[in-house]
């Protein structure tokens, strides 16, 4: 499954990586997903094949303890069907169940379809940029001020 997960955040982010400072490294994202602090919440057709994807951590940033979602993949042909957002409101659910005290991710800003997937899913309940600590100069940062979207 990690496998899969990989080859998909590849084919769905490779090239938005490589837009930005920080370019894409096979190395990197594989490590991410597979680092022990790493969550995942995992969307399965009945046949057991899976579609879509979280990868999530509970964290702590600028004081704050946080359920942050690293990502949100689908596959290609089970996207604008509500799942993306069904997702998120189940990673609320485990935020609000753990007591964490927000829900946080970025995005790239050039990035504009999922920029506007969260805006609509977030219900724009967002804020542009991040605090100082957190240091979110590439990207726009999408933050949950409350303990439900």
């Not at 990502?71 to 485990?94: A, H």
């Not at 920029?115 to 991040?130: N, S, T």
Request: net charge neutral; proline share 3%; hydrophobic share 40%.
């Amino acid at each position: 499954t990690i496998d899969w997960a990989f080859e998909l955040t590849k084919t769905n982010m490779q090239a938005l990586y490589e837009q930005s400072e920080w370019g894409w490294k096979d190395r990197e994202k594989r490590d991410e997903l597979t680092d022990e602090r790493a969550w995942f919440l995992i969307a399965r057709e009945p046949g057991a094949r899976p579609v879509a994807f979280s990868h999530f951590r509970f964290d702590v940033e600028c004081g704050d303890e946080v359920l942050y979602c690293y990502e949100v993949q689908l596959e290609s042909w089970v996207r604008r069907k509500g799942l993306g957002k069904f997702l998120l409101q189940i990673l609320q659910l485990v935020a609000n169940s753990t007591q964490m005290k927000k829900v946080m991710l970025t995005v790239f800003k050039h990035n504009h379809g999922a920029y506007q997937f969260f805006r609509e899913a977030l219900q724009e309940r967002w804020v542009r940029g991040g605090p100082p600590c957190c240091g979110f100069e590439a990207d726009l940062g999408l933050f949950r001020t409350g303990p439900s979207f």
